[in-house]
């Protein structure tokens, strides 16, 4: 089996600079404190650099992006529904990387402001960040450092800890593993905080290119930005949102956000070998990840798509039909997307409320197609049909993902 240092460099490798260390508050092993000096890593400007791919990897990506075509244009303009579910789904996987985790129920309920696990805000804050980087690219057509520091601030609004630095980049030095009290055998260093707003502005420089293929230059700015590590916390999930803002202003995708968080999960371990490949000059194997990952996502998010269309039609069965626009009929639109509602959500999104909506919540209740929780005033209605098939989403994309790959690597 052919190795990421085997394989020729894409470009120029990071370097290593050696640079002062003294701990400003005295803490940890004396190891820690006797530390005079720490070696960071620099990556190469990328701005006006171009990745040469061979044939091979370029049909897979052709047909990774006519995958994620088909699937945006037959279902995202019909299906609005769909973008959220994978939005939210595409969410909980990036933050399942960071080993952030919560139910569904949980996570539902953070969404909407009601009382949650910090897991479970953590998530919701997530996907706001998430769907605010995305919408900017495809509004303004570029990515944007303000729309990131944005994302970075939506993310840690409510975070007891890290509220204050919510929204800016590290005036210190970070670092990935090792000791919690210095650089110590750490995994990584990276670059010192006075150069991120340089290398940042290098960045965005080639993150704005048109003459890249669509796919290395996700992958490229994802790697990239990771070996920046420009915030104190958030760099994991914030970097993958880059993904799909690179998707969304090359236009790759105009509607929808696939899952490829849960193409990476199912092999955490070797995503992270091919950031540290990138670190060592070779953007291929994180390339190929990268696009793997995109052609799962968009075949199974197709999957769901039927499925949604499905579960629709068994609800309108069990209930025996419902008159259009009736609060049973806008409540199974509002479901298909909000799987886990509360009262006040559905009274905004259906124009109906007091005795009129709950009723049709008690026949829907009644038809098995919610299930209510949580004691009165505080009550929320969940669809399981969808929430299972939301979670049954994540389960095939990895499943998929090890199969594939265990039938490439052996």
Do not use: C
Not at 168 to 187: C, E, H, K, Y
Not at 239 to 254: Q, S
Not at 319 to 328: D, F, Q, Y
């Amino acid at each position: 089996m052919t190795s990421a240092a085997d394989l020729p460099r894409d470009w120029a490798p990071h370097v290593d600079q050696v640079v002062p260390w003294r701990q400003t508050v005295p803490q940890g092993p004396k190891a820690d404190r006797e530390i005079r000096e720490i070696v960071v890593r620099r990556p190469p400007t990328i701005a006006d650099l171009t990745m040469t791919h061979d044939r091979s990897l370029k049909v897979t990506m052709d047909a990774a992006l006519a995958g994620l075509a088909q699937l945006d244009l037959t279902h995202g303009r019909k299906l609005g529904a769909l973008d959220q579910l994978l939005l939210r789904t595409e969410s909980v996987s990036s933050s399942k990387i960071e080993n952030i985790e919560a139910s569904l129920g949980d996570y539902g309920k953070a969404l909407h402001g009601g009382k949650a696990n910090a897991s479970a805000v953590s998530m919701a804050d997530a996907t706001r960040a998430l769907a605010d980087v995305i919408g900017d690219a495809g509004r303004t057509g570029e990515l944007r450092l303000a729309a990131m520091l944005g994302a970075h601030r939506e993310l840690f609004r409510r975070h007891p800890d890290m509220h204050a630095k919510a929204g800016t980049t590290r005036t210190v030095q970070n670092w990935i593993g090792g000791s919690d009290f210095s650089p110590r055998n750490a995994l990584f260093v990276p670059p010192p905080p006075e150069t991120v707003e340089g290398y940042l502005t290098d960045l965005f420089a080639y993150a704005n290119r048109d003459d890249v293929p669509v796919l290395v230059q996700a992958a490229v700015v994802h790697a990239q930005f990771e070996s920046i590590h420009p915030f104190v916390d958030g760099n994991g999930r914030i970097g993958r949102t880059l993904i799909h803002a690179v998707l969304r202003r090359r236009r790759a995708t105009r509607n929808i956000t696939v899952p490829i968080a849960s193409g990476l999960v199912a092999h955490r371990d070797r995503y992270f070998d091919a950031l540290g490949a990138y670190r060592q000059g070779h953007a291929r194997p994180l390339v190929g990840m990268l696009t793997n990952a995109t052609l799962i996502a968009s075949h199974e998010s197709r999957r769901t798509a039927s499925n949604l269309h499905e579960i629709g039609r068994e609800w309108e069965e069990a209930l025996g039909g419902v008159v259009v626009g009736s609060p049973e009929s806008r409540l199974l639109r509002l479901l298909v997307a909000e799987p886990i509602v509360t009262l006040e959500l559905a009274s905004q999104q259906t124009g109906y409320g007091g005795a009129e909506l709950r009723h049709g919540i008690d026949r829907l209740q009644a038809a098995g197609v919610v299930t209510a929780k949580g004691r009165r005033g505080q009550r929320i209605w969940t669809a399981p049909a969808i929430l299972d098939e939301l979670h049954d989403l994540t389960v095939r994309i990895e499943s998929v993902t090890r199969r594939t790959d265990a039938a490439e690597h052996g």
